[in-house]
């Protein structure tokens, strides 16, 4: 009976924190419903009937769908590079011997305690210089180096991979690269998938790197016409509009945290390596 009661307080307790983590959520849903003024004068959780003007002030506004598919671009790349790359360089930091690879992975850490917000201007500057104003290059390629994630993946590489693994394929006659493709990279796969959950997510959610680069406005990512929308000069009349275009920008985050979640989940018991 006492197991039960503990399991009870517990279930109950998960509940109660799904609650309160969804409430938010579905407050923007029914915001999104409701006109500016009824946010505004009012609280409520039942849905209004502003959605259509809501939906009309987004399109008088901007394109949402193209600022969609302009976040979806660069954070799909940037997903796909910081992966890989951090990958790569998780393996060698980890299974390599060389010198050089302490002082390497100490201005790893170094870099990491350092806020990006800091560098903004010398970035901004380089890219001027570069020519790559208005361009998704300055968004995207940076993405190689992304020092958070090449820690992570170093340290979970080190407690799963077996250095006897990479031994019996080198005996084999199996080379470097075909060792990490065919063997390290899908043993990497779980963390991979965690840390890509977060990077996209940031990609996504990136507002003041694409408010600094981008000049035009069929070139702006979502955040930046949601924040144009939020600070035009009729605020109130523009509530409604700004909630319903955050919600529509969170499905893409949805769907990607739903597949990679499955594929962590999936790859559990194929990453798993006996000593």
């Not at 043993?187 to 965690?194: D, F, L, R, Y």
Request: charged share 10%; net charge positive; proline share 4%.
């Amino acid at each position: 009976m006492g197991e039960k009661i503990k399991k009870g307080i517990l279930y109950t307790c998960l509940v109660l924190l799904a609650f309160v983590c969804l409430l938010p959520f579905y407050l923007m849903m029914i915001n999104s419903t409701r006109s500016g003024v009824e946010i505004v004068t009012s609280f409520s959780i039942f849905p209004g009937k502003s959605i259509g003007e809501n939906w009309k002030v987004i399109k008088n506004y901007f394109n949402l769908f193209q600022g969609m598919k302009n976040s979806l671009f660069i954070a799909v790349l940037v997903t796909i590079l910081a992966g890989y790359f951090s990958s790569i360089t998780a393996y060698a930091l980890a299974m390599y011997k060389f010198k050089g690879r302490g002082i390497i992975f100490g201005v790893i850490l170094i870099f990491m305690m350092i806020p990006a917000q800091l560098s903004l201007i010398g970035f901004y500057n380089l890219v001027s210089a570069l020519k790559l104003i208005n361009s998704y290059i300055p968004l995207i390629v940076p993405a190689i180096a992304s020092p958070g994630i090449v820690f992570f993946l170093k340290q979970y590489l080190e407690s799963v991979l077996s250095p006897s693994l990479l031994e019996a394929a080198r005996i084999d006659g199996a080379g470097e690269l075909y060792i990490f493709h065919r063997i390290v990279f899908p043993i990497m796969m779980p963390g991979v998938a965690t840390m890509s959950i977060g990077t996209f997510i940031g990609s996504w959610n990136n507002y003041l790197l694409p408010l600094v680069l981008l000049t035009k406005t069929e070139k702006f990512t979502l955040p930046v016409l949601v924040a144009s929308l939020k600070s035009s000069t009729d605020i109130v009349a523009n509530q409604g509009a700004t909630y319903l275009s955050v919600a529509i920008s969170v499905i893409p985050i949805i769907i990607a945290f739903i597949f990679f979640s499955r594929y962590i989940i999936d790859s559990i018991g194929a990453g798993a390596v006996k000593e």
